[in-house]
């Protein structure tokens, strides 16, 4: 499974971004997408993640404030971040479930500052 993420930027304090990521190759069927950030100094950490079905959960601080969806037919998963803070800061990477496999994709960076 290959995935390409893209929508990273810098952005000031209150703003949006959106995140989105596409999944390509060979596999049967995608279980779970899911955002996850690495801040600096920091252990990677979940944001967000979507069941097949649509079921959302997400990281206590960006409860809110981010919205993750899917779409199935063109297994893309997206990241909608609204009212960004600086603590919103890192870099952010896109995982896909897809038994046998779990993939990551590059990283793409947030950087939330005025």
């Known amino acids: ?6 929508g990273g930027g810098l952005v000031q304090p209150g703003g949006s971004l959106r995140l ?4 390509s190759g060979s596999f049967n069927s995608i279980v779970r997408m899911a955002w996850y950030r690495q801040a600096p100094g920091k252990q990677r950490e979940l944001v967000a993640s979507i069941s097949t079905r649509g079921y959302a ?3 206590d601080s960006v ?8 779409d199935n037919a063109r297994n893309t998963v997206s990241l909608l971040m609204n009212n960004l803070k600086p603590e919103d800061t890192a870099v952010y990477y896109c995982n896909v479930l897809a038994p046998p ?3 990551w994709g590059q990283g793409t960076q947030v950087t939330v500052s005025s």
């Open 101 to 103: 496999f779990d993939s």
């Open 20 to 23: 989105s990521c596409a999944a």
């Open 57 to 59: 959960e997400y990281e």
């Open 1 to 6: 499974v290959q995935l390409q993420a893209s």
């Open 63 to 70: 409860k809110g404030r981010f919205t993750i969806s899917r």
